[in-house]
């Protein structure tokens, strides 16, 4: 299965976005699910994660803009990203993995093309 990340586009400084992390014809809800983001030239770096019964994690720096939840009656899990900066900029993807208090890339899979995010005044 590849989850399908979405909801990226082009908003300025301070602004918000929501992502959304679906798998049309997969169910979610028997796994833990986790954002990670890809800036051109660096590595893939965690973002969140929530469990499925709903345990969340943030990298420090983000936990105070970003919300991770989830929607079994959806089949979606989303990231609400708030006060947004230059430095958000990015791919950001969706995948399968053991959510912990810290996460790797490596761990995880179920990839998807990602949901570019950009922000830019």
């Known amino acids: 299965v590849q989850l399908q990340a979405s909801g990226g586009g082009l908003v300025q400084p301070r602004g918000s976005l929501r992502l959304s992390c679906t798998a049309p014809?997969?169910?979610?809800?028997?796994?833990?699910i986790g954002w990670f983001r890809q800036a051109p030239g660096k590595e893939r770096e965690w973002v969140s994660c929530v469990t499925k019964n709903g345990t969340t994690h943030y990298v420090n720096l983000l936990k105070d803009r970003f919300t991770i939840s989830r929607d079994n009656a959806k089949n979606a899990v989303f990231l609400q990203m708030n006060s947004l900066k230059p430095e958000d900029t990015a791919t950001y993807y969706c995948?399968?993995?053991?959510?912990?208090?810290?996460?790797?890339?490596?761990?995880?899979?179920?990839w998807g093309q990602g949901t570019q995010v950009t922000v830019s005044s």
């Open positions: 014809g997969f169910n979610l809800d028997y796994y833990d």
């Open positions: 995948g399968i993995g053991p959510c912990k208090w810290y996460n790797d890339y490596v761990d995880y899979g179920s």
